[in-house]
């Protein structure tokens, strides 16, 4: 098993940035992919970025240049760095982590990109 921690979230302005973790505990030697999605009300779930053990990245083309993923393994932690926030950005982020046999999710952190 294994558990997944987000922080991060909250209010920011247009143009504005936040930084989401996620924390990884539990059996993480089996991970061979974490990342990010996000649902907006209404909307689907969509993939935002995703990392893998190898340090290659994929991004959704909606945040391209605006956010980057990244990780520590050294405390087992994903980032996600938003720059240059839109409200169309307004969701709640979920962190992910995938190993052979299953995907796990967070709990969910609020972002909102509002004046």
């Known amino acids: 098993q294994v558990q997944l921690v987000e922080s991060g979230g909250g209010l920011v302005q247009p143009g504005g940035s936040l930084r989401l973790s996620c924390a990884a505990s539990?059996?993480?030697?089996?991970?061979?992919?974490m990342g990010w999605y996000r649902q907006a009300p209404g909307k689907q779930r969509e993939l935002v970025a995703s990392?893998?053990?190898?340090?290659?990245?994929n991004y959704a083309d909606s945040v391209k240049g605006r956010f980057t993923i990244s990780e520590d393994n050294a405390k087992n932690t994903v980032y996600l760095q938003m720059n240059s926030l839109k409200p169309e950005d307004t969701a709640v982020y979920y962190c992910?982590?995938?190993?052979?046999?299953?995907?796990?999710w967070g709990q969910g952190t609020q972002v909102t990109v509002s004046s």
């Open positions: 992910t982590a995938e190993d052979p046999r299953e995907d796990y």
């Open positions: 539990g059996s993480i030697f089996r991970i061979h992919a």
């Open positions: 990392i893998d053990n190898r340090g290659g990245t």
